[in-house]
């Protein structure tokens, strides 16, 4: 041990050459370990990073493919669906009269309450339609005297309509000779044209750009 340690004894630094070989392979040690941390933090951190960010973006890219390939295997399963969607609200836009249609809905809905004995005191429709995204409501005012009975098959009537009419904000009341009188608002649809839609859309947009100038 003493021998080890006079070897360190008495160094010339600026002779590192002449050193005794315990601290000049001690020396040449510390420098390649130098050059490997200096080597590590300047160089390699950043390859190191590049590489974490590359698993990353493959781990990334594997859950894309993973997804996208569900997506076309089930392609055909969404495309039925899309078509049994596009059935069912061809169906339902069917059960909503044109313009040209709506008269002869009032008609059947005054047929409706004459042919179970119902007697109109008020047949009232609206003055307007109230418009929405695709199609407009049409709400008819109606005060009836008849039967309980009578009622009851009547709105059942009004449910096997082709066309969609809703019975809304139903009173009863009592009438003349034992009779009920029912006020009732119903509601009838009927879908809009392509000018009408288009005017819509118009009209929107017209309400958006003015309030986006205040």
């Known amino acids: ?5 006079e070897q360190f004894k008495n160094l010339n630094t600026r002779d590192p050459g002449a050193w005794p070989p315990v601290p000049k392979a001690m020396l040449l040690l510390g420098v390649l ?4 941390t200096m080597g590590y933090f300047l160089d390699w951190q950043e390859e190191m990073d590049s590489l974490e960010a590359g698993r990353a973006q493959e781990a990334k890219l594997k859950d894309e493919y993973v997804a996208k390939q569900q997506q076309a295997i089930n392609l055909d399963l969404y495309r039925q669906q899309l078509r049994e969607i596009d059935s069912s609200f061809g169906a339902l836009l069917r059960q909503l009269p044109n313009r040209s249609q709506m008269d002869a809905l009032l008609v059947d ?3 409706a309450g004459l042919g179970r004995g119902l007697q109109f005191e008020l047949f009232k429709p609206a003055p307007a339609e109230t418009k929405r995204e695709f199609y407009a409501e049409l709400p008819v005012t109606l005060k009836l005297a008849g039967s309980y009975h009578d009622m009851g098959q009547f709105a059942s009537d009004i449910g096997q ?7 809304n904000d139903i ?3 009592g ?3 034992g009779s009920l009188v029912m006020d009732v608002t119903a509601k009838t649809f ?3 044209d392509e000018e009408e839609v288009a005017a819509q859309s118009r009209a929107a947009k017209g309400v958006k750009a003015g309030a986006g100038r205040k």
């Open 161 to 167: 309509l082709s066309r969609i009419v809703t019975l």
């Open 190 to 192: 009927r879908y809009l």
């Open 171 to 173: 009173g009863l009341t």
């Open 175 to 177: 009438g003349k000779d």
């Open 109 to 111: 809905i005054n047929q």
């Open 1 to 5: 041990m003493r021998k080890f340690l």
């Open 33 to 36: 370990i130098g050059i490997i």
